[in-house]
DNA sequence: AATGAATGAGATTTCATTCAT
DNA sequence: TATGAATGAAATCTCATTCAT
């Protein structure tokens, strides 16, 4: 119904406002101030998660790089489609109460295990610590899409695509 | 005087108390509440360039891989050492009002420069987009140091440190 | 139809949907929040008056003791016959939009005028100021009988019915 | 410092501004609207027991009455000179949060164990229900007060005392 | 007639900032 | 200079009431 706002550090009201519906209505779907946010966020993180899982499952024949690229563009696109569903899912401007913000976090259990798997079938260097690798790339992934997002002269999604692919440990760190 | 604090949503109060002076004694030091995070951010990242700096004088005649190694050594260890400024420096848990908060893009001139020499003497990839590297690197590197000082069971600082090392664009996309 | 509620602090949509209506259909139904009050109030005073009637007309050719026997049994039966309806009426957690509330003057004025006419009878002590008797007593009952609804271990009724007796004015001032 | 105010269905402004402070400073004395209720309510309590404590000791070679008349007696000055306070405590027009408001039970304990003291002593009737006789005197008592405080031609306090005295279980019921 | 989503005035509460001491 | 009680604008949240369906 409402959707997506840039909700940093605006006030119910504002937030209402924008909808387009009045104060008690914020109240009548939600809870209280921050159950719009964990909302927004779950229900981000689910279309991201979705849009991971496809470029996932269209590219499990080829290359470890083009499933890399896959994952980055998916990525990209997501934020390019809904950037600000994104922003709020990702920008550490506010406040989820308590273990709600994804941030380095989001989903790193998942690109560990693949990091993991890879080293063990020998595409990926030994040396790699590959929990320290995975959330290391997924910070700089969801922060350098919040710059793209808001630069004045942002590089082309295809140009920040190759740079993610060029820094992804899968592909910078393969053997 | 008053220094180290999370300094993500306390309030005036808190910090005042925190700091062992009263809430009058901060607004006869600062103009208003961010001119603390204003004040910190400057002194911080001061402290931070002046390590880094150092770091690279020192290395200056090693290996590009030493370099990388003893900056990010380096910036791991500023952060080991002032956990809480580098907190109030880095962590995007509040609201520097307008244009004031590094995240991203702290220093990111500083190592796109240098990648641009790299790329220049011909011992970075020319593939690699030196704003974006820059910038890519700058935000996993800062989020999870973020991240190493928080957890439950941080990773050895030398392990950080190489992962951080591996995954540098100087290291990961050398020619 | 709707009928029994606390009705202490309640809101209109718990009231309505408590009764199974909507909350339009409480508007209906009545002008405003204080108006199922006073309907309420109305209604059960009307009942009670009934009982006590009927009581009264049953035993007035009884001695004075077993009249008022008669009249508290009868309003402690109201009150367990209909415990939801006795707390609207008499309960003072709530706001009657001034003037409405029975409280300590509910019937005062017909017990005041028994207690006079058997003051002028000679049979209750001439000393006694019957306006004020009269409240005290009717404050004392269905204040007791509030708490007598409500108690984890209540009394029997019999035992709350005889201690009444023995307190009311006719009985304990007798001559 | 604030102290006495009708606070029946005031709103936190109103008591602010009526006790001539901010709103702010409200809260900087008080945790919650409700925690000045709870103030005045034990300040007044432990007035309203000094008070009858007094009394009490000072008339414990006196007549069973003369004991109760003092008592009574203390009880209605203390309302008549702190009628604000009196009502905070006593007037049932508002919501102590769970497990605050007297009415009833204020000092029920305390007078059911002077009756039953009189009971063995063989000075109360025997068939008098203690727990029950007490409370029903003291809500009577304390209703009959606030009335008193509010009605338009209130009788002297003088009358009041002594019909309360007429009415008190043990002169009531004694033997 | 019945409904309940929507409303917004108003109540509660917070907090950056001031100022008398 | 240091202090912290006092302030009130602004934020959060409630709830009696309306109205389109």
């Not at 083009?66 to 950037?83: N, T």
Request: hydrophobic letters at 45%.
């Amino acid at each position: 119904m409402l959707a997506s706002q840039g909700l940093g550090e605006v006030n119910t009201n504002t937030i209402a406002r924008a909808a387009g519906v009045g104060v008690g209505t914020f109240y009548a779907h939600f809870d209280d101030k921050f159950a719009l946010q964990r909302e927004l966020t779950t229900r981000g993180l689910a279309l991201l998660q979705d849009a991971l899982s496809l470029a996932s499952r269209e590219t499990q024949d080829q290359s470890i790089e083009q499933q890399v690229r896959a994952s980055v563009a998916g990525f990209v696109e997501f934020a390019h489609a809904h950037p600000a569903l994104y922003r709020v899912v990702f920008s550490g401007g506010e406040s989820l109460p308590r273990g709600g913000r994804p941030g380095v976090g989001f989903s790193a259990r998942a690109l560990e295990n693949r990091l993991a798997e890879l080293q063990r079938g020998g595409h990926l260097e030994a040396s790699v610590d590959t929990r320290l690798a995975a959330r290391i790339f997924n910070a700089g992934q969801s922060q350098i899409v919040l710059w793209w997002l808001e630069a004045p002269d942002p590089p082309a999604a295809a140009q920040l695509i190759e740079t993610l692919v060029q820094l992804h440990p899968a592909v910078a760190c393969r053997r």
